[in-house]
Every structure is written in C-alpha cells, then in structure tokens.
C-alpha cells in the first residue's frame, strides 16, 4: 500500500489549505489582482513569443536551418509550458482546495516536468552542436543528419523522466465533520523512494547538464578563435555567426538555470526538512519561485530576437507587408506604393 508522502506542494499547490496549515491570513484582493495580473502578462508573453518564433522559421525556408530546428523544438517546450503550467499554479494558489478535477491533477507534474526534461535535453543537444561545429566539424552528422531521430529520443527520454508523477500522482475527496474536501498529492511509495527521485533529478538532469553545458561553451568559445570555415563564408564572418550562436546559447542556459534554480533547491530541501516547522514565509517563496521559473518560457523568445538579427528582419519585413497591405485595403484609390508580389520574392531570398 502507498502511504502518504506530505510535501512542500501539499502545502502550497493547492493539495490542502495553505493558509489553514501554516496558519497565516488569506491573501487581499489587491494580493488575488497582483497575482492574476502578473500570471496573466506571462502567459500572454509566452504564447505569443513562442508563437512567432515557431510560425516565422516554419514558414520561412532560410531560416529554417539545422541550428533552428532544434529553437523550435525549445519554443515549442516554452510555448507548452506557458500554455498547461502557469494557470494551474494561480488557480490553485487562490483556491482553498484543489479545484481542477482528476484529469489535471494527474497530468499537471508530469506534463510540467516533461517540459523541464525536453528543454535542458534540447540545450545540451544545441550545445554539444555548437561545440562540434567548432572543435569536431566532421562529427556534426551526430546531432545534424539524423535530427527527427535526435528530437523524438528527446521527448521519449523526457516523458520517461517524468512517469513516475503519473504512478504517484493522486486524487482523493474526503467528507469530514467540518466540510467536504478535494485534495490532488503525490503518494510515493516511501520517503526514500521520494528522496532518491528528487536527489536523482536534481543531479542528474538539472545540476550535471546545466554545468556540462557551460563548460562546453565557454570552451567553443575559446576555440572559436583558432578556427577557419569550410564554406564560402570568410572567416569574420563565420567567427561571428559562430559567436553569436554560442552567445544565444549561454544566455538562455543561464537565464534557465537562474529561473529554475530556486524552485529546484527548494523542492531539493523540501526532501529533507521538518514537515512539522512552519518557516514563515514560505509560502510567498513557492509562489515566488514557480512564477521566476515559468517566467524563462517568456522571456526566451526575447533573447532570441535580440540576437538573431535575420530572424529579426524576417520579423520586420513580415510587418511590413502587413502594413502595405492594409494601406492599399484603406486608401485603394491610391494605389500600391511597393509591388507586394515582388517584395515577398524578395524576402523569401533574402
């Protein structure tokens, strides 16, 4: 028989009235509004951010490049992580008891934790590619030829992290004197087989990728210096495009492990602590650290566009011809100042 493993989520994920458990005074309306707000704003970033990014190279043929692919496949774990996360955390967090039914419950961790797993496994693929670019040309067959096979072990594995949260995963409703309850939790089978997951986790899908990945970069960006083209770019040239590529890619790791850090060391000691003291405050810093780590799937797309500069063309030109086209709706008498036909053949080439 399962028994009963009390977490930090039970206390904060909306499992069981946190402010019954801890004691403190329920939030204001002015706290409810600020929240909503704030959620709201990310997921509106989000999925508009990372909207644009995977509709822009899907429907542009030269952005659509080995190195572009493996963004969307990142775009695509931002934009479903903006999409299933954010709400489910605020509805629970302003709820006394959980109140989004079985199916949400059992699928919510894992589809979290899913994304977490395919987007540091899609940056140590973008990482390991960039560095063999650099030092290994010839062994870019690795993570280039056989990128679709590369993509699917990337979301297998992900899903095969995250099982476990569809196994233990729980949802219980319980009639007491006082009233009736909803509860969603996690029921490992023992607090080792629960410390061993979370430890496990931590180690080895968070803290090991996440310095591997640094160490691989900051060391293509030293040879970057010693290396030649193979191509018709010259050697500024692909110096450059090989520099701002790697600068991309460290920005967004540490952008990534500054976002999730936090709320990974606190479900790390979570592991460990007293469930019986109460720290004061806590629940404001699990609320605080899931909306940090939720907010990296907004602010991704951003760093992006900031430094992809054909992208950002293609992005202008886009609006652009949005803007020809409703001039000539509005004033038709006028007539077309740019032939549209050849602007978009144009930009195709460019």
Known sequence: MQTRDHTID????????????????KDTQFDRIVKIVFYSALIILGVFGNLIIIVVIARYKHLRTKFNLYVVNLAVCDLLVAVTCPWVHLMTDLSPHWPLGEVICK???????????????????????????????????????????????????????????????????????GGHEVVCQVAF???????????????????????????????????????????????????????????????????????????????LWDV????????????????AALYVAYSSSAINPIIYFLFSKCFRETVKGCCSRRRQILQVAVEP????????DESSEHDGER
């Open 10 to 25: 039970d206390d904060f994920n909306g499992t069981v009235d946190a402010n019954t458990v801890l004691g403190l005074q």
């Open 107 to 177: 699928v919510h961790t894992f589809v979290q934790v899913t994304m977490i797993c395919s987007s540091i496994f899609t940056l140590c693929t973008l990482t390991l590619d960039r560095y063999m670019a650099i030092t290994s040309p010839g062994c870019l067959w690795i993570t280039q030829k056989y990128q679709p096979l590369t993509i699917v072990i990337i979301w297998v594995c992900s899903l095969g992290v995250a099982v476990p949260w569809l196994i233990f995963q729980i949802y219980n409703e319980f009639d007491w004197i």
């Open 189 to 267: 089978p023992s607090l080792a087989h629960r410390r061993t997951y979370y430890v496990c986790f931590f180690v080895l899908v968070f803290l090991v990728p996440v310095l591997l990945m640094l160490a691989l970069l900051v060391a293509a960006i030293i040879r970057t210096g010693y290396a030649r083209p193979d191509g018709s770019l010259t050697t500024e040239e692909f110096k450059r495009s090989q520099r701002m590529a790697q600068y991309f890619l460290f920005t967004v790791i540490v952008l990534f492990c500054v976002c999730w850090a936090p709320q990974q060391a606190l479900l």
């Open 272 to 287: 460990y602590r007293d469930i019986h003291v109460k720290p004061p405050g806590l629940r404001s810093v699990h609320f």
């Open 333 to 340: 008498l006028q007539g077309p100042s740019v032939p549209l």
